[in-house]
């Protein structure tokens, strides 16, 4: 299953011929939207929240430090990305766990650091995110993710993904305490969402692209379901596995699928692929 991200024909680009010549100077830098990515997704963001705990639990830093040190760990990273030529799935994917737990890390510095109430952050993530993606609309005339093929859409692509990260935090933290489900009802209850957003698309025909970016918010909410109900105490309605073995097992399947994928090139755009989805 696939999401085909769409964009404006090159005839009708309003930055011209010339512009456009621009953006096709390299292949796209993202994997195409299989079930091999979604499930990716959903592992990393269950290990971005497993390992922000852990991190703050035993890296003895507090938030604020493990913030520091993470970020700077992803900006290293996200310059190698920027640097390849293409899509590279040992690249891309250590990217987006980083992301995700900076993602999480910036969330939780607003709640538990600041005070700042859910409510109030959930709000600026989602004002925030709505203005990067007008912004990266204005600038590109699309927000197709198969065509991310240059520094500038590259750039508002991360930009965009970071804050659906904290956005996915605070919303998924909100609704988990007003509704007070559980951990393995508030992972059924973003599965369905995640559902209702799946039939949208391919029954009543809910654009790619926004049926793209609400599902990539919503895996957020639903991939720290899953973390906490695993790495939880069983008295706090989890298995009990911690946040070290949780992690280290959802890494390993990460690992194991990007080395399939590596290989495999199972999730790579081709440049006639990509030029297909723009007629």
């Not at 035993?58 to 913030?67: H, N, P, R």
């Not at 590109?140 to 970071?162: G, K, M, N, P, Q």
């Not at 379901?225 to 280290?248: C, E, P």
Request: glycine share 8%.
């Amino acid at each position: 299953m696939t999401y085909e991200t769409s964009e404006p024909l090159p005839t009708q680009a309003a930055d011209g011929p010339t512009a456009r010549s621009r953006h096709r100077l390299r292949w796209n830098k993202v994997p195409e939207v299989t079930v091999y990515f979604w499930v990716i997704k959903v592992l990393c963001t269950t290990v971005g929240e497993t390992a922000a705990d852990l991190l703050n639990e035993k890296a003895g830093l507090g938030l604020t430090g493990v913030s520091t040190l993470m970020s700077a760990v992803l900006a290293v990273v996200l310059v190698a990305q920027f640097r390849t030529s293409g899509y590279r799935a040992g690249v891309y994917w250590p990217a987006v766990a980083l992301i995700s737990v900076v993602g999480t890390l910036i969330s939780d510095n607003l709640t538990d650091n600041m005070g700042v109430p859910l409510e109030t952050s959930t709000t600026v993530f989602a004002i925030v995110l709505a203005l990067v993606f007008i912004a990266w609309y204005r600038r590109e005339r699309t927000l197709s993710i198969h065509s991310v093929d240059s520094t500038s859409r590259e750039s508002f692509y991360w930009l965009a993904v970071l804050f659906t990260f904290a956005l996915g935090t605070a919303a998924g933290d909100l609704v988990s305490e007003r509704m007070n489900l559980g951990y393995w009802l508030s992972a059924v209850l973003f599965a369905l969402a995640i559902a209702a957003v799946a039939v949208a698309h391919f029954a009543l025909g809910l654009d790619a692209v926004w049926s793209f970016w609400i599902a990539y918010i919503l895996t957020r909410p639903l991939g720290a379901s899953l973390g906490d109900y695993l790495s939880q105490s069983t008295g706090d309605g989890g298995l009990g596995l911690g946040t070290v073995v949780t992690s280290a097992l959802f890494l390993a399947v990460i690992l194991g699928l990007v080395v399939f994928l590596s290989v495999s090139r199972k999730d790579v755009i081709e440049p006639e692929r990509a030029a297909r989805h723009t007629a």
